[in-house]
């Protein structure tokens, strides 16, 4: 992973993004992997009556729309600004580039889909945890800082409650 | 009023794809120009999008729950009767050509201050999607005999075929008010 990062400081692609513009939006093809300095975003699945975010990205983390990435088909996903966000851009064309490039970056990739692979299990687990403040405590356990970097209504939505819920759990 | 149900199909697969139609334009404006209002207390374009999307809310899983139920087949005479109440919303829901007379909206259906982007358009976009497909579907039920309550409250019952009736005509009315809002 590191060596993902350092190719994201050589590559000039960097992007300031406000709150509430769009990294990617439901239908494009992810071309991109973003690292991000500072700021957050959130991952979300649109349907007609609600936004179900599946994702954040805060500082430290890579983000994109993976599915879209991977296989170039539409991203089902939309990636916004919840607040002002500075981004570094990593192509596709660099990335796998540089992936191939030698084992040791073979080696960073790897590390880095397969850490993306226990998230997405621990991730499938949350879902399938029928108690509110179980599936609070799970998530706290993973990011502990979450509260500080995201506000209540999208920690809400990401734990699939109400905010009222989620206050009261809290409180508890 | 006697409707013939291919007829009227055909009048709501129309009327939702120039629905879509009128999306897809709204989605070429910017930002501004769509949350730009022309008064204090008239609504900008997302903001009658967004109106649109809280009727769907209610209605579409409403109208998916009830039909699911079976409880009514469909008759085979290939018409459908409206409802007195069914007709009255109907007709006051249709926008006569660019005469539109101001409604009082209920107050949980008032988007005015809410936070509205793009995703407000995208929502609406498959919402119509979605109606559609429940429409395709509704014509398996008895579309005078299945009842669907209103928003109004659920004592207020509309026959399902003035419920799409309703619902089609309303949408065509907010999207006239939302490509007025951006021409003013």
Redesign the interface.
């Known amino acids: 992973m590191g060596r993902l990062l350092q190719a994201t400081t050589k590559n000039p692609g960097q992007r300031i993004i406000s709150k509430g513009e769009f990294l990617t939006r439901e239908g494009e093809t992810e071309r991109n992997l973003y690292y991000i300095e500072s700021g957050a975003v959130r991952a979300f699945l649109l349907t007609e009556h609600e936004e179900q975010i599946i994702r954040f990205g805060y500082k430290g983390s890579f983000i994109n729309s993976l599915s879209s990435f991977l296989n170039g088909s539409p991203s089902p996903f939309y990636i916004e600004a919840i607040r002002k966000t500075e981004v570094r851009v990593l192509t596709k064309e660099l990335l796998e580039k540089m992936v191939y490039e030698n084992e040791e970056s073979m080696k960073g990739y790897i590390a880095l889909l397969e850490t993306l692979a226990v998230q997405q299990i621990e991730r499938e687990i949350d879902i399938l945890t029928v108690s509110p403040s179980e599936r609070l405590k799970r998530v706290l356990e993973r990011s502990p800082t979450l509260f500080q970097e995201v506000p209540l209504k999208y920690i809400a939505s990401y734990l699939r409650m109400t905010p009222e819920t989620l206050s009261r759990i809290r409180n508890s | 009023m006697k409707i013939k149900i291919d007829a009227f199909e055909k009048e709501l697969n129309s009327l939702l794809e120039k629905a879509v139609s009128d999306a897809k334009t709204l989605k070429g404006f910017s930002e501004d120009e769509l949350n730009h209002r022309v008064s204090s207390t008239s609504w900008s374009a997302l903001e009658c999008i967004q109106h649109l999307n809280l009727y ?2 209610f209605y ?2 409403e109208i998916e729950r009830i039909i699911d139920l079976k409880r009514y087949p469909a008759s085979d005479t290939g018409y459908f009767h409206t409802g007195w109440l069914g007709n009255y919303f109907g007709n006051l829901m249709k926008a006569t050509n660019d005469k539109i007379t101001k409604m009082k909206s209920p107050k949980d259906k008032n988007p005015i201050h809410s936070d509205l ?3 407000t358009i ?2 609406f976009i ?2 119509l999607e ?1 109606m559609q497909l429940l429409f395709s579907q509704s014509k398996k039920s008895n579309l005078e005999k299945t009842r669907i309550p209103t928003s109004l409250s659920p004592m207020i019952k509309l026959k399902l075929g003035d419920t799409f009736r309703f619902l089609i005509y309303h949408i065509e009315r907010h999207l006239l008010q939302a490509m007025k809002a951006l021409s003013a």
Request: charged residues 40%.
């Open positions: 769907g809310d579409l899983p982007n793009i995703t995208d929502r498959k919402q979605k």
